[in-house]
């Protein structure tokens, strides 16, 4: 979280222990199963690593700024400052692969394909990580991205959250990665979208103000707040066959009983 922190539960409904500490800023976590890796930022980025969520260990190494990372099923990608993606098949010894040039938010790999977005509404894609190419947006031109904040996947196809230069936030949608065009404008004023994940039949997207909105797919429907907490939204959490959850800064969950796998 915000204050360097990692938390671990076995229950999102109940106690989140405080497992590890750092003195940077962890924004993100994947798994590829057996293994956990956590990215983050400070004074240069952190990498940590663990095999259980509750022991964690630094990896060694001097790294850019870390904001996002995914797993292909073979390898960690994690990518951040400047945009330069960072390759490791166990989570400890990692190499410079390709670049997009501007920095990244968000990545995710889906049929084949890294989608990464960040600053200035850029999305990039590549289909092994090394070599990036520049994905496409249609949109009104009147009101500039500030940044894309985070990607999901699943089946084939794409969602992105970012926030505008004029406070609002938007969706956006892709079936194939590479094109891209808004699915939902606007969520409210003032509110920066931070993250989204698939639930269901919808997409729930977090952001400030500790709201989180569910979209259902196909969009039938419009966007609604599924709940409201105590925080800011950071990271928005699946757990099989349980709940989604999205957590927040100062260790905040919160749990959107309405939308519960069955």
């Not at 293994?35 to 001097?62: P, R, Y």
């Not at 790999?109 to 989608?115: E, H, L």
């Not at 947006?137 to 970012?162: F, L, M, T, W």
């Not at 994940?197 to 500790?210: E, V």
Request: charged fraction near 20%; proline fraction near 3%.
């Amino acid at each position: 979280d915000g204050d360097g922190k990692i938390y671990s539960t076995t229950d999102p409904e109940g106690t989140w222990n405080l497992v590890f500490e750092s003195g940077k800023i962890f924004n993100a976590v994947t798994t590829d199963g057996s293994v956990f890796v956590a990215v983050g930022e400070g004074s240069g980025g952190i990498i940590c690593k663990s095999s259980n969520g509750a022991e964690w260990e630094t990896i060694n190494g001097t790294f850019p700024n870390f904001y996002a990372i995914c797993h292909d099923g073979k390898s960690f990608v994690a990518i951040g400052a400047g945009g330069t993606a960072w390759k490791s098949e166990d989570g400890t010894t990692w190499r410079v692969a390709g670049s997009t040039g501007f920095d990244c938010r968000g990545i995710s790999f889906n049929s084949g394909k890294y989608i990464a977005g960040g600053a200035d509404g850029n999305i990039a894609y590549s289909y092994n990580g090394d070599t990036w190419y520049n994905g496409t947006v249609k949109r009104n031109p009147a009101v500039d991205v500030s940044h894309i904040r985070a990607i999901a996947s699943v089946y084939g196809e794409y969602y992105s959250v970012c926030y505008l230069s004029n406070g609002y936030g938007e969706i956006w949608k892709s079936n194939n990665g590479i094109d891209w065009s808004v699915c939902y404008e606007p969520l409210a004023a003032n509110t920066r979208i931070w993250a989204v994940a698939f639930i269901g039949t919808g997409i729930l997207a977090s952001g400030d103000n500790g709201k989180t909105y569910y979209l259902e797919l196909p969009r039938s429907i419009s966007v609604e707040v599924a709940c409201e907490g105590l925080s800011d939204r950071t990271a928005i959490y699946i757990q099989q066959d349980a709940a989604a959850g999205a957590h927040g800064d100062k260790g905040k969950d919160a749990i959107p009983p309405k939308y519960q796998w069955r």
